[in-house]
């Protein structure tokens, strides 16, 4: 997708949506499309409530960072119908043991995608995994 037309990223976003709807495993989906998205060394300040990309603006992209693929990822979900009624929030974690910066995105509290690169049910983090800020995503539709 990095390679692309902006209007070709757009419509491989489009499609990504549209497979979610219908998908069984909808969050394996997802989450194998992140894994593909080349990563980027530059810094962010997730911390800043100005550093929240628009949705439009992170695909333009064409290397992410950990921060902007959460927010993909949050974004990609509530933009579908399927999903856009879900409690979509971003939770800038530490991993207190291994002193590891993590962005993870919970669905309606529940499912948490970006633990390890994998797709978990919240009750599955372990406690060494600690929010230090969570930001609750508005509804897009």
């Known amino acids: 997708m990095y390679e692309l037309k902006f209007e070709d990223k757009v419509k491989v976003w489009r499609d990504l949506r549209n497979q979610l709807e219908s998908a069984a495993r909808p969050f394996d989906l997802l989450?194998?499309?992140v894994k593909s998205l080349p990563r980027?060394?530059?810094?962010e300040n997730p911390w800043d409530p100005k550093s929240v990309a628009e949705p439009w603006h992170l695909?333009?992209?064409?290397s992410f960072?950990?921060?902007?693929?959460?927010l993909l990822c949050a974004y990609t979900l509530q933009l579908t119908d399927r999903f856009s009624d879900a409690k979509v929030e971003i939770?800038?974690?530490?991993d207190i043991k291994e002193d590891i910066n993590m962005y993870l995105v919970y669905l309606d509290g529940s499912i948490v995608l970006g633990y390890n690169n994998e797709v978990f049910t919240?009750?599955?983090?372990?406690e060494s995994i600690v929010s230090q800020k969570v930001?609750?995503?508005p509804p897009l539709h």
């Open 59 to 62: 695909i333009e992209n064409s």
């Open 31 to 33: 989450n194998q499309f």
């Open 40 to 43: 980027s060394s530059r810094k």
């Open 135 to 137: 930001i609750h995503l």
């Open 65 to 70: 960072t950990e921060y902007e693929i959460a």
């Open 91 to 94: 939770h800038i974690s530490k």
């Open 122 to 126: 919240s009750n599955l983090i372990p």
